[in-house]
């Protein structure tokens, strides 16, 4: 597959200005992203994710041409997005959390019909896009109500529209659930899967919910102080760090913390009991015969490591850890 995101040794450069005195001000050079290398190929859908201040937001904004790199290369469909902005703006898509690409006053549809004209797309293609948006997004209700009166998962629905209904080969989303519900949530996953899947859309995703992560890349990138820590397969990430699983047992009875091989129990609430053990040292089953020989069991289940708990350990411990 061809490469239509190319990043070599990017880094951006702020300059900060500190009160030293009543009149005097200092000058701090702040590397907000430092030599980041990448490349994502057509269709693929590649997590970004990182702590706030991770570098990010601004490495979205290089890539869509509002900021200009302090160093390194970037190409976009191969072009430069700083020079070729407007190029770039056609064939990419965004979705910033935060903000919004919709007239706040107008009704979701006038703000679709506007959007046709900035874009320039043509009146056929652009009904049958929309067409398709609807009934995957279930806008059919709110269409006609204007977006200040929208809830915050129907106004999501619309950015998502609004981003994609000139087919653009690239799709950057920034925080695309912030603040959702989680049938919003699970509406906006599936939708950008399918979008991915039959239209072999790329997605570049940052978020802070890590559940989309899992539910949507394989690949995942982990940038921190600018830097990208890792650049891979998840379930391999997961597979190395989230060693760790939790075996949460229901007795019929509230009981002492259960003294068992191989596990420690990490919490206890009534006669519910948390677990934790390592897969090298001792099977779910055998976990569960030495619980069911010490107390009465009313149920189980076996939590796995979630990705959030996996770049936890990668922060505390680095690569190496």
């Known amino acids: 597959m061809a490469a239509v995101i190319e990043v070599e040794q990017l880094e951006k ?7 030293t005195g009543r009149l005097r001000r200092t000058r701090t050079q702040v590397h ?3 030599g ?5 190929e057509a ?5 970004y994710i990182g702590p706030n201040g991770a570098g990010k937001s601004t490495t979205i904004k290089m890539l869509t041409g509002i900021l200009v790199p302090s160093g390194g290369r970037i190409r976009v469909v191969g072009l430069d997005p700083s020079r070729r902005r407007v190029e770039v703006a056609r064939r990419i898509g965004v979705v910033f959390g935060q903000r919004t690409q919709l007239w706040w006053d107008l009704p979701l549809r ?6 046709r004209h900035v874009y320039r797309v043509g009146p056929q293609r652009h009904a049958q896009n929309l067409t398709g948006f609807i009934d995957l997004l279930d806008m059919g209700e709110f269409l006609d109500t204007p977006v200040r009166q929208l809830s915050l998962g129907q106004r999501m629905r619309g950015e998502l529209t609004a981003a994609l209904l000139h087919d653009p080969e690239i799709v950057y989303l920034d925080e695309p659930t912030i603040g959702l519900d989680v049938v919003s ?3 906006v996953r599936e939708f950008l899967a399918t979008i991915n899947r039959e239209r072999g859309t790329t997605v570049l995703l940052t978020t802070h919910d890590l559940a989309d992560i899992e539910r949507l890349c394989r690949r995942v990138m982990i940038i921190d102080h600018g830097r990208v820590l890792y650049d891979g397969d998840l379930d391999t990430i997961k597979a190395r760090f989230g060693t760790e699983r939790t075996l949460v047992v229901d007795l019929e009875e509230a009981a002492p913390p259960i003294a068992v091989e191989g596990a420690e129990v990490v919490k206890v609430e009534g006669p519910r009991q948390w677990l934790r053990f390592k897969r090298a040292d001792v099977t779910a089953a055998d976990l569960v015969a030495q619980v069911a020989a010490r107390a009465r069991l009313v149920d189980l289940s076996v939590e796995e490591p979630d990705i959030e708990g996996v770049v936890r350990r990668i922060y505390l411990e680095g690569l190496d850890g």
């Open 43 to 47: 269709g693929e859908m590649v997590g």
């Open 32 to 34: 907000a992203v430092a």
């Open 36 to 40: 980041v290398d990448f490349t994502i």
């Open 110 to 115: 006038d703000s679709f019909e506007l959007l």
């Open 13 to 19: 450069t702020f300059t900060v200005l500190h009160k």
């Open 185 to 187: 949530k699970a509406q």
